[in-house]
Every structure is written in structure tokens, then in C-alpha cells.
């Protein structure tokens, strides 16, 4: 169904493209406080040149691929944000086309970035952050395993109110494959 590979240079413009016409709000979902709106090829160029290549060997960042069309779909970053505790961090998820909300695909992804977390880069937990309103994906990570650790209150300003984030985790312990 899905498949992950490492995002390259050239797959930044369809970045850019999947966020042509969103809002700020939108950008802020995925994104969090790192892009500013609009999104920039430049912004993404300089995150991808210094943080990603450079100067943070820690960051991964994989695009979403549809195995039965060979289209990218989306992007999911794995951070290591505690080396002596191993701790890592899901960030920066998207599932860019519409129509492909809802099929369990989130799931799947979320499943091969936890398996490679734990089997691959030996983490002991894995973390994410999600905007309490966004129950859909809120679902998603806790058929996953995932678990409400605390909620971060009006974490974001936003034209429709205060916004709030729960952070969520996942033990290797209690992972199952």
C-alpha cells in the first residue's frame, strides 16, 4: 500500500505545491511553528540545507509514497530528540491528497515510521504532538499505540480561538508489530 523513502531536493516543489492554497492555519497543522505562511520554497530550502543535511544528522524526513501508483502522497519526519534516553519524535506528518483521508493509510505510514524508530534507530519511545481538535488523527495514533501524555493549553493563536496540543507516546515495550 505505502512505502517510505528518504525526501530528496527535487520532491520540495511538490511540498510547495501541496500548500499552494492552504492557510495559515493549515501550514500550522503539519508544520507546527516551523514554516511561516505563506510557505516558501526558500523556507523549505533552508530547512532541508541546514537542518536536515547539516548541521542535525538526527532528522530524517521520508516521503509518502502509493505503491500502487508510484505517486508521493505525503511527508513524515523521525527526529531523535533524547540521544541518551532514546527518545524520538514523529513530526511534520502529512497526508497531502484529500481523497486519500480516511483509508487507513495514516495508519500504515504511522506504522512503518514507529517499526523503523524502534527496529532501526533503536528508540525506547517515540512521541508526537497533535492539535487537540484534530481527532482524526488523534484516532489514528492510538489504533497505532500511541497514548495521551499531557495537553499543552493555547500552545497556538489562531483567527478561530486558542489552540491546544496533546503530546502522545509510544513505549517499545508496549509496541506491537
Known sequence: MIRLQPLEREDLKKILEWNKNQSADDLAQWAGPLYHHPLTEDQLEDYFTHQ????????????????????????????????????????????????????????????????????????????????????????????????????????RKSAAGDWSSYEMALLKSEWQE
Request: aromatic share 12%; glycine share 8%.
Open 52 to 155: 536536515v543535511y547539516i548541521d542535525y544528522p538526527t532528522i530524517f524526513v521520508y516521503k509518502i509514497i502509493l505503491t500502487e501508483t508510484n505517486e508521493v502522497i505525503g511527508t513524515i519526519e523521525l527526529r531523535e530528540t533524547d540521544k541518551e534516553n532514546r527518545i524520538g519524535k514523529v513530526c511534520r506528518f502529512l497526508i497531502a491528497q484529500e481523497g486519500m483521508r480516511g483509508m487507513g493509510i495514516g495508519q500504515k505510514v504511522l506504522q512503518e515510521i514507529v517499526k523503523l524508530g524502534f527496529e532501526d534507530f533503536g528508540f525506547e519511545k517515540i512521541a508526537l504532538n497533535v492539535f487537540d481538535f484534530n481527532v482524526h488523527a488523534i484516532r489514528c495514533y492510538e489504533k497505532v499505540g500511541f497514548k495521551k501524555e499531557k495537553l499543552y493549553e493555547n500552545v
